[in-house]
């Protein structure tokens, strides 16, 4: 009698922990933090500090102003990009105006935002996976993504070199 029980108890107690919420791992897919702390992705290091050529030179301190050890990453990427930062809106007109060539869509956020809530509406997963909260993301989106070691092939086969890819494997060409 009491090794069944011990065989009851055994299964119902792994249904029963199976329940529990336990310490939950927050997954790359949630880019929010649930903690309280800082935001370790949200700090940008200061640029290094520099000695001026003339110390008479340097222009009066204005607190709450910029610094120039103060992280600029807008600028930093006009600059990584051939562009020279500081001009309108901070975008370098030859930048502007290869990165419009075939068009600028003034709503093009609002457009987007509305196009994606669509499709995940649409694709928004099965019943059981609704309900048990089960992220359907890869699969909704799966159709749409590329297929990375398909295209480095073809690429490969076109006789474009692809220096930052991995080496090429046996019978591939580089």
């Not at 029963?16 to 939950?24: E, H, I, K, V």
């Amino acid at each position: 009698m009491t090794a069944g029980r011990i065989l009851l108890a055994i299964p119902l107690a792994a249904m029963l922990s199976a329940c529990g919420n336990g310490d939950r791992v927050p997954s790359l897919m949630n880019l929010r933090s649930t903690t309280a702390g800082p935001d370790e992705f949200g700090i940008l290091p200061p640029k290094p500090l520099e000695m001026p050529k003339d110390l008479a030179a340097l222009p009066e301190p204005t607190p709450g102003g910029n610094n120039l050890t103060d992280p600029t990453p807008e600028a930093d990427a006009i600059v990584a990009l051939g562009g020279k930062p500081g001009r309108g809106a901070g975008l370098d007109a030859g930048i502007l105006n290869h990165a419009s060539r075939f068009g600028v869509a003034g709503d093009i956020r609002q457009t987007l935002a509305a196009e994606d809530l669509n499709w995940r509406r649409d694709n928004d997963g099965r019943i059981l996976e609704r309900l048990l909260n089960v992220n359907v993301y890869y699969r909704a989106y799966e159709k749409m993504s590329l297929d990375q070691h398909a295209e480095l092939f073809r690429w490969r086969q076109k006789g474009v070199k692809t220096p930052s890819a991995p080496p090429p494997q046996e019978g591939e060409t580089q």
